[in-house]
């Protein structure tokens, strides 16, 4: 049976097979998304992740279930077939954070901080269990990609030595930050994967999205990865409001905020600068090299935190800067790389 057949049976046997399907933006991943309008049941989304390319869709199924119980807006599941990789899902409209505040920038402060507050209800309920790790062992090996989908490509050669190095100081950094309890992080947490539902109260205000990745780990994680979106500038005014309302919610002391989110953050850019090279040079997806100039930016702030000094020195004497020559030469190379 064909995906297109797959799919039509999949929504014969939900109830749905009368329903008019429009395409939605996807992600970087191979899922596929569609608003379906049905004359008498309204509106829904499906998810389509064809599990022939590596998707799953149970995980997003049990943390979405989590979270609706939690009390949190996740979609609701309406109908589900883990083998066909299927998901219909309830439709949390189009009020998207980004495109909000960019009609209206004077909203991204008291959205961001309804952001915060739903973190911070989420951090008040322990993880599910069995979740996968995100811990120093694990970050220290994930910036690996900096060196060998970024710097190598533009002609530095990154051998076993750096990467062990650079692995180290990620590593030490992590383990210096003041111990906490792993929270349930849904790791892209940002402005593009936010819905916000004004008839609803209180946290359950803030829609989420894509939490299929979710794992145990730092409560700054998905802060930071609000601050510092790859794909959007956030004022300093809304960062600063957001940190404050975040560790007076949480009760987290402000200057261990601040280093846990300058060192996620550094670790998380690092990888993201590897991530979005990959992207372009192995899947095809040049526009992601437009974002890496303020992922950069992120990176440099978050190296300017004192307790980061040597992180930095190594950044600074290993990795290029992102001149348009050289993210240029990265284009030139689009989907040129089969080493995934």
């Not at 933006?25 to 389509?48: C, F, I, N, T």
């Not at 998380?268 to 899947?283: E, K, Q, S, T, Y």
């Not at 950044?315 to 030139?332: Q, Y």
Request: include cysteine; charged fraction near 25%.
């Amino acid at each position: 049976m064909s995906r297109p057949e797959k799919k039509r049976a999949f929504l014969e046997a939900a109830g749905w097979s009368d329903a008019r399907l429009s395409a939605l933006a996807g992600d970087a991943s191979a899922r596929r998304y569609e608003r379906l309008q049905h004359p008498s049941l309204g509106r829904a989304v499906l998810m389509d992740a064809p599990p022939e390319t590596g998707e799953d869709i149970r995980p997003f199924r049990r943390i979405a279930e989590h979270l609706c119980h939690l009390g949190l807006s996740a979609p609701q599941i309406y109908a589900a077939d883990p083998g066909a990789g299927f998901l219909l899902l309830e439709d949390l409209g189009d009020g998207v954070f980004a495109r909000l505040i960019e009609q209206d920038p004077g909203r991204e402060t008291p959205l961001y901080r309804a952001a915060a507050e739903t973190l911070a209800e989420l951090h008040r309920h322990a993880p599910l269990p069995n979740l996968p790790p995100l811990g120093p062992e694990e970050m220290s090996h994930a910036v690996e990609f900096a060196l060998s989908w970024y710097a190598t490509p533009l002609g530095v050669a990154c051998g076993d030595a750096a990467a062990f190095e650079l692995a180290n100081l990620i590593r030490t950094r992590l383990e210096a930050l003041p111990p906490v309890q792993p929270v349930l992080a849904l790791r892209d947490f940002h402005a593009e994967n936010l819905i916000w539902l004004p008839d609803r109260t209180g946290t359950a205000r803030t829609g989420l999205l894509d939490f299929q990745d979710a794992f145990a780990g730092h409560p700054a994680y998905d802060l930071i990865s609000l601050l510092e979106d790859a794909r959007r500038d956030v004022s300093e005014q809304t960062r600063a409001a957001t940190l404050a309302h975040f560790a007076d919610a949480g009760g987290h002391n402000p200057d261990q905020l601040a280093l846990a989110c300058a060192t996620l953050g550094a670790q998380r850019n690092l990888r993201i600068l590897g991530v979005f090279a990959r992207l372009c040079l192995h899947f095809g997806k040049a526009h992601y090299i437009d974002l890496i100039p303020r992922v950069w930016s992120h990176l440099q702030r978050d190296l300017s935190h004192p307790e980061l000094s040597g992180l930095a020195s190594f950044v600074s004497d290993t990795l290029p800067h992102p001149s348009a020559d050289r993210l240029d030469r990265i284009k030139e190379k689009c989907g040129t790389c089969p080493t995934p």
